[in-house]
């Protein structure tokens, strides 16, 4: 890992980055590294993680993010999933169990594996939704 990486001593991706926990790499660079899940949800299930700590998205430099989708999709072709899920976490009220940004690429090989989803709509005015994409916009 490069000395400008960041890092934590209690992470436990942060120990399998450095090998002081044993993993099943799928892929590894000088900022990405990505494995298999030892709780999958199906058949190929990994993780794609920047080498750069940090426990939420917007907490990793925007360079130290650049492979990460690109390796999720090669993962993808690697594994033939025709349906699969990518899936990025932030924060334990999102579901977030490591603190250490990590996408999922998770195979959708049928409906009894893989990632199952509720997904609670919520209906809004479109004056509203206007209004909330002028704030967003004017912040980016």
């Not at 750069?52 to 999933?81: F, Q, R, S």
Request: proline share 5%; with cysteine; glycine share 8%.
């Amino acid at each position: 890992m490069s000395s400008r990486m960041a890092s934590s001593a209690s992470c436990i991706f942060c120990k399998i980055i450095k090998g002081d926990i044993p993993s099943f790499k799928l892929f590894e660079s000088d900022k990405t590294l990505a494995f298999l899940d030892i709780n999958p949800l199906s058949r190929g299930h990994a993780l794609v993680i920047p080498k750069y700590h940090g426990e939420k998205l917007a907490d990793i430099p925007d360079e130290d993010l650049t492979e990460l989708l690109p390796v999720a999709k090669k993962l993808v072709l690697a594994t033939g999933a025709n349906e699969y899920n990518i899936l990025q976490n932030n924060g334990r009220g999102a579901h977030q169990e490591v603190g250490h940004v990590h996408f999922h690429m998770i195979p959708k090989p049928n409906q009894d594996e893989g990632l199952g989803i509720g997904w609670k709509q919520q209906k809004h005015e479109m004056d509203v939704l206007k209004a909330l994409a002028e704030e967003i916009k004017s912040k980016m």
